[in-house]
């Protein structure tokens, strides 16, 4: 799921590899989500294609922020980026993988599980001395085969009537999660489970403490896994520290806060002061 720097510049100018920057950031105040293309032009890692998280992989038709693009405009996409069918994709973002996550979440969506997330992302690229560049790379264009597996991404209805013993976990941070959340949800905010010096995943023993904080106990995990953030981005970092400690098979609800939080019928938890 995660590969390291090392590896990755050990992978500079393999043609089967293709390497994605897709930072961006999140505001507190509208418009909320962020793109840092700008970032992107000025210096990424050599060969690193750019995508817009806002933009290129969502649903701009939906009525609901940042849900995931139909099928024809993510093939598209993928398509002219150069990723088809036997590409491997390391993405990459500076904002605690969450970004990463999210890409390599919509690519598993479409069925490519060939897709990993650069460990430490930019930050601790740079920080190691390893190469950067302003130069725009050009790929000819790849075939890209959707196929797509519903059960990764889960409805509003599928989380509302979960069975009793499915886990759901909160992505979001605390303050953020006491303001407003799913009943039954169990707040793991992503930040505990990245070490925030260098960017990357924390050791297997550090991440089942985290876990276990939140009151989850990572070694009697139930069979039946669902994750939540506010647009479905964060909780990809849990996700992928699930899929560190032997569990691939945690579902995420695209819609997420964005989506419940909006919706008079689905019932809402609140934290007292």
């Known amino acids: ?54 933009k290129d992989i969502v649903d701009l038709n939906d009525p609901v922020p940042i849900n995931i693009a139909p099928s024809k405009k993510f093939k ?6 150069g990723i088809g069918d036997d590409s491997l994709v390391v993405a990459y973002d500076d904002h605690n993988t ?62 509302q009537f979960r069975s009793s013993d499915t886990l759901l976990i909160d992505a979001r941070r605390p303050e953020v999660y006491a303001n407003g959340f799913i009943p039954g949800a169990v707040n793991l905010p992503h930040p505990t489970l990245i070490d925030p010096e260098t960017g990357k995943f924390h050791p297997i023993d550090q991440l089942k403490k985290a876990f276990l904080e939140a009151g989850i ?23 992928t520290a699930l899929a560190l400690l032997g569990r691939k098979d945690a579902n995420l609800y695209d819609g997420s806060w964005n989506e419940w939080g909006k919706d008079p019928s689905r019932p809402k938890g609140k934290r007292e002061p």
């Not at 505001?27 to 992107?40: F, G, I, M, N, Q």
Request: include cysteine.
């Open 1 to 54: 799921m995660i590969v390291s720097t090392d590896w990755l510049f050990s992978q500079l100018g393999n043609a089967e590899v293709r390497i994605v920057d897709i930072r961006g950031r999140v505001e507190l105040s509208e418009p909320r989500y962020h793109a840092e293309k700008d970032a992107y032009l000025k210096e990424h890692i050599p060969g690193a294609v750019f995508v817009d998280w806002t």
């Open 76 to 81: 598209s996409l993928m398509e002219s980026l």
């Open 98 to 159: 969450m970004f990463a996550g999210r890409l390599a979440w919509a690519l598993r969506y479409y069925g490519h599980e060939n897709v990993k997330i650069l460990d430490g992302g930019l930050k601790l690229w740079k920080s190691e001395g390893k190469p950067v560049v302003s130069e725009i790379p050009s790929y000819p264009k790849a075939n890209f085969t959707p196929n797509i597996r519903t059960q990764l991404r889960l409805t509003a209805d599928e989380v």
């Open 217 to 239: 106990d990572s070694e009697k995990l139930p069979e039946k896994i669902m994750l939540y953030c506010n647009g479905g981005a964060s909780a990809t970092v849990p996700m």
